[in-house]
């Protein structure tokens, strides 16, 4: 009888590590549309909410600011922003330093929506969450703090 060779794992870790971009895009995916039901209730599209917080953390930020904190493009946060004004959240005031810029500030409508948001958030979370416990809950977040660290690290 033929002996069976052993194996290191390193074969089986090759065969699933698409399993894990796999699931990771879905997770995301299903994080995202679950924050996006709740935000519909305060009258937001997804998105909307991290223009809304990083606006509540420093109000009058320019439009490039924003995009880049996000890490999206000026088009794409133009837009967004467009859409916030539109819906009474935000205005756009012309930069007193630079003519060529504008700043993004939260309306009364836009400081009470931070605390929706917030609220959209906590309730996500504790659905997704479900069961978890503390414990495992930080173990996930631990892991996908390095796994996005190493993401970071390679795109550089």
């Given at each position: 009888?033929?002996?069976?060779?052993?194996?290191?794992?390193?074969?089986?870790?090759?065969?699933?590590?698409?399993?894990?971009?796999?699931?990771?895009?879905?997770?995301?995916?299903?994080?995202?549309?679950?924050l996006?039901?709740?935000?519909?209730?305060?009258?937001?599209?997804?998105?909307?909410?991290?223009v809304?917080?990083?606006?509540?953390?420093?109000?009058?930020?320019?439009?490039?600011?924003?995009?880049?904190?996000?890490?999206?493009?000026?088009?794409?946060?133009?837009?967004?922003?467009?859409r916030?004004?539109?819906?009474?959240?935000?205005?756009?005031?012309?930069?007193?330093?630079?003519?060529?810029?504008?700043?993004?500030?939260?309306?009364?409508?836009?400081?009470?929506?931070?605390?929706?948001?917030?609220?959209?958030?906590?309730l996500s979370?504790?659905?997704?969450?479900?069961?978890?416990?503390?414990?495992?809950?930080?173990?996930?977040?631990?892991?996908?703090?390095?796994?996005?660290?190493?993401?970071?690290?390679?795109?550089?």
């Amino acid at each position: 009888m033929a002996k069976k060779k052993k194996s290191n794992g390193k074969k089986k870790d090759k065969a699933r590590r698409p399993e894990l971009f796999s699931q990771l895009a879905t997770t995301a995916r299903y994080s995202r549309t679950l924050l996006s039901r709740q935000l519909l209730s305060c009258g937001l599209y997804a998105g909307q909410d991290a223009v809304i917080l990083a606006l509540d953390t420093q109000d009058g930020l320019s439009l490039s600011a924003i995009a880049d904190q996000l890490g999206v493009r000026a088009p794409t946060m133009t837009k967004t922003i467009n859409r916030l004004a539109v819906q009474g959240f935000v205005e756009k005031r012309d930069s007193l330093a630079d003519a060529r810029l504008s700043h993004v500030h939260l309306t009364d409508a836009g400081r009470e929506a931070v605390q929706a948001v917030k609220k959209a958030i906590h309730l996500s979370h504790g659905l997704a969450a479900g069961d978890l416990g503390k414990r495992d809950l930080k173990t996930l977040s631990k892991l996908l703090r390095k796994l996005e660290r190493n993401m970071v690290a390679a795109l550089d």
